[in-house]
Nanobody, 121 residues
């Protein structure tokens, strides 16, 4: 069983910073990609940033220049450093791990439970 546990969400004023962390645990041999998505009330879940096992990154246009994704591969952990936060960044942020290989069978994707980020104006 693979679990993703997020931390670091909270309330911050516009212009402030937050750092989200997500640790994947369980019988994990490898993970293709880890990333962050977010979902604001009344909106669809959207990609914020993702990082492959090879170090390639993908960012939403809204995140470019303000957010930085990083991974600690040995710890199966992914981080999202968010700077210059705006009220429109307010959402539940979900960690994802895609292409997880547990030693047998096909690869699977997993999601964390989500962490609330609220940016006040």
């Amino acid at each position: 069983q693979v679990q993703l546990v997020e931390s670091g969400g909270g309330l911050v004023q516009a212009g402030g910073s937050l750092r989200l962390s997500c640790a994947a645990s369980g019988n994990i041999f490898s993970i293709n990609s880890m990333g962050w998505h977010r979902q604001a009330p009344g909106k669809q879940r959207e990609l914020v940033a993702a990082m492959t096992s090879g170090g390639s990154t993908d960012y939403a246009d809204s995140a470019k220049g303000r957010f930085t994704i990083s991974r600690e591969y040995a710890k199966n952990t992914v981080y999202l450093q968010m700077n210059s936060l705006k009220p429109e960044d307010t959402a539940v942020y979900y960690c994802s791990a895609q292409g997880v290989f547990t030693g047998w069978g096909p690869r699977h994707g997993y999601w964390g439970q989500g962490t609330q980020v609220t940016v006040s104006s």
